[in-house]
C-alpha cells in the first residue's frame, strides 16, 4: 500500500511538473509572439502619439495665451462697461454686467485648462502626467458642454438684446436735457460711430428743440445714419467675430479631448504592457 501510494505521488509531481514546463514554453511563445506583434506596431503607435502629443504641447499653450487675452478683454469690458449702460434698459444692464464677467471667468477657466493640457502632454509619460491630461480631458469636455450650451442661450436671447439696446438708446436720448451725462455720452457714441440721433440728425430737432453737436456732422453734412442702426451693426458684426473665435476654440477643444484621451491610453496600456513583457 505504501508503495502504491509513493508511485502515485511520484506520477502526480510528474504530471504537475510537467504542466509547468508546458505554461512555461507558452508563456514564452506568448511574450515573443507579442514582442513581435509590438515591434510591428509600437513604432507606428508611437510615432502617432509623439505627433498628438506635440499638437497638444502647441495647441494647448495657443490655448492658454488666448484665455489670458479674452480675460484681458473681459476686465477691460468690465471697465468700459459703464458707458454702453447708458445706452440700455436695466434689464440689459444685468446681460451686459453678467457678459462681461461671464468672460473674465471663461478667459481664466481656459487659461488654467490650457496651462493643464500642455504640462499633461509634456509629462504623460509618467503617472501624474497621465493623471493630468485625464483630468484636463473631463474638464475640457465639460467646457464644450458648458459653451455650446451658452452659445444656445445667446442665440435665443438675440432679439431681446437688439430691442433691449433700441429702446435703451431711445430712452438715454429723450433724457438727455436732464441728465449732462446722458449728453456726454451721445457725443462720444455720435465721434465713434459716426452717427447721428436715434434714427436721424432730425430726432435733435424734433424731440429735444436743439440744432445737432458738432459731432453730428461730416464736414457740412450730417451724418445720414441714426445711432440706433450704427450701434446694433457693430454688435452684430463683433457677434459673428466671437461666433467664429468661438468655433475655432470648440474645433480644437474636441480635437484636445480625442488626442488627450488616445495620449493617455496608449501611453498607459504600453506602460503594462512593457510590464508585463
Not at 495657443?62 to 484681458?72: D, K, N, S, Y
Not at 431711445?170 to 447721428?196: A, G, L, V
Amino acid at each position: 500500500g505504501g508503495v502504491f501510494i509513493n508511485v502515485y505521488n511520484i506520477r502526480a509531481d510528474f504530471v504537475s511538473f510537467s504542466l509547468t514546463i508546458q505554461r512555461i514554453i507558452l508563456s514564452t511563445q506568448l511574450n515573443k509572439e507579442m514582442a513581435g506583434r509590438g515591434k510591428r506596431v509600437f513604432p507606428v503607435l508611437d510615432f502617432c502619439r509623439r505627433f498628438v502629443q506635440f499638437v497638444l504641447v502647441v495647441v494647448n499653450i495657443i490655448v492658454a495665451v488666448l484665455g489670458f487675452v479674452v480675460f484681458i478683454v473681459g476686465i477691460v469690458a468690465k471697465i468700459s462697461e459703464r458707458t454702453y449702460m447708458l445706452m440700455s434698459t436695466d434689464s440689459t444692464d444685468e446681460e451686459i454686467s453678467s457678459v462681461t464677467t461671464m468672460l473674465i471667468v471663461i478667459g481664466l477657466l481656459i487659461c488654467i485648462v490650457g496651462a493643464f493640457g500642455a504640462v499633461g502632454a509634456m509629462f504623460v509619460t509618467t503617472t501624474g502626467g497621465r493623471g493630468i491630461l485625464l483630468l484636463y480631458s473631463v474638464t475640457l469636455s465639460l467646457l464644450v458642454i458648458f459653451e455650446f450650451s451658452g452659445g444656445i442661450v445667446a442665440g435665443v436671447k438675440r432679439n431681446e438684446l437688439d430691442s433691449g439696446f433700441r429702446l435703451g438708446i431711445n430712452d438715454s436720448f429723450m433724457h438727455i436735457p436732464n441728465h449732462p451725462t446722458y449728453e456726454d455720452s451721445w457725443i462720444e457714441f455720435q465721434q465713434n460711430f459716426k452717427c447721428c440721433g436715434v434714427n436721424s440728425y432730425t430726432d435733435w430737432i424734433v424731440y429735444l428743440n436743439t440744432t445737432p453737436p458738432a459731432t453730428c456732422y461730416n464736414g457740412t453734412e450730417p451724418w445720414p445714419n441714426g445711432c440706433a442702426d450704427s450701434i446694433v451693426s457693430w454688435l452684430e458684426s463683433n457677434v459673428i467675430g466671437l461666433a467664429a473665435v468661438a468655433l475655432l476654440f470648440a474645433i480644437l477643444q474636441v480635437f484636445g479631448v480625442i488626442g488627450s484621451c488616445f495620449v493617455t491610453f496608449y501611453t498607459s496600456q504600453k506602460s503594462n504592457y512593457q510590464k508585463v513583457v
